[in-house]
């Protein structure tokens, strides 16, 4: 709340700033006027001026931007992440997931946790080392339970892996900002042409408030923008606008959160245990797959496509009993 008025306060000063400028110009015009002072070859400098400004905006606007939608879909990216990682955890033996299981609910917590803490950079650090801790602890859990089992690492290690490189890419992105001298530069810019209009409006016998509030208000609206874009957890915009969908979503304790991490999951896909393998639809052989392409697909994809389902259907299983003669493992669906 505090970052949130300091950013409206910055704002507002920037506005008055611009509006000071404008009438110092004014003045200077209007004195210019009085001594019969050429204006002649003033119109380039002004149009250098100004068409500086239009593209330091629309670079700076452009960039925070892009680095704003980076930053929502990261949290949609761990969210996929984290869930994905989630449901591979039930290839594993049922008695070595509860462990597992509670190592992730604590991560995300402590994620979540970490995120909420902003702008308490200090507090945010100290859960973000709990967060790596945890990965620690998660990925040698994951090692365990895997033990010897090629299907199992096969699934597991690669999704948990890909859990923290998008949590380090996250951890990281903060710290992507331009220089601090191009946000200065925009205030100069910003100043440079309120006084260069104000110049250009002294022909007039009286202020036109109409146009400089809109020219005043339009720049300074816009810096503002990007400012906030820039910093999407300390101004107006936030990131915080990422919610659950009310319809597809219930609160469940330790796998949601109201911003970051599993904001865009419903819960009803996470479950608390795995279902019975019997449960499970076997998936179809290697000509059942390729019902599913469609006819105008490049042969070679479809030849690929063929390759592919019959080596899953060749996989090594280590399910007792798996009978591979009708295409398919019988016996873990897989």
């Not at 995120?115 to 945010?124: A, E, G, K, Q």
């Not at 100069?188 to 408030?209: H, I, Q, T």
């Not at 991490?261 to 390729?290: E, F, G, K, N």
Request: net charge positive; glycine share 8%; hydrophobic share 50%.
């Amino acid at each position: 709340m505090i970052l949130t008025l300091y950013s409206v306060a910055v704002g507002l000063g920037l506005m008055l700033a611009m509006l000071l400028a404008l009438e110092f110009g004014r003045r200077i015009g209007v004195r210019d006027l009085a001594r019969n002072v050429s204006r002649a070859g003033v119109g380039p400098a002004e149009g250098a001026i100004f068409g500086l400004m239009g593209l330091l905006l629309a670079f700076t606007f452009s960039g925070a931007a892009s680095r704003f939608d980076t930053r929502r879909m990261q949290i949609i990216e761990e969210s996929n992440a984290i869930h994905s990682a989630w449901l591979r955890l039930d290839v594993l033996p049922a008695e070595a997931r509860p462990r597992l299981q509670a190592s992730f609910r604590k991560y995300v917590d402590a994620r979540v946790a970490a995120y909420h803490r902003i702008p308490s950079l200090d507090s945010m650090r100290v859960r973000l080392e709990r967060a790596e801790k945890l990965e620690e602890r998660i990925w040698d859990q994951a090692l365990v339970a895997c033990g010897n089992t090629p299907r199992a690492m096969f699934m597991i290690l690669p999704a948990i892996n890909e859990m923290f490189e998008i949590a380090a890419k996250r951890d990281a992105m903060p710290m992507f900002h331009p220089p601090f001298i191009v946000f200065v530069m925009l205030a100069v810019l910003a100043l440079a042409g309120s006084l260069l209009a104000g110049y250009g409006m002294s022909s007039a016998e009286k202020r036109s408030w109409l146009h400089m509030l809109v020219f005043v208000g339009v720049l300074a609206f816009t810096i503002a923008i990007i400012v906030d874009m820039e910093f999407p957890r300390h101004g107006l915009i936030r990131l915080d606008g990422l919610r659950p969908d009310p319809h597809g979503a219930t609160p469940q304790h330790g796998m949601t959160g109201e911003l970051g991490i599993l904001s865009t999951i419903p819960t009803h896909d996470l479950p608390t245990r795995a279902p019975p393998r019997s449960a499970r639809p076997a998936p179809a052989p290697a000509a059942a797959v390729l019902e599913l392409v469609e006819p105008g697909v490049d042969p070679a994809l479809r030849e690929q496509l063929r390759v592919g389902a019959l080596l899953a259907q060749l996989a090594p299983c280590a399910s007792p009993g798996c009978d591979r003669r009708r295409g398919w493992c019988s016996v873990g669906g897989r």
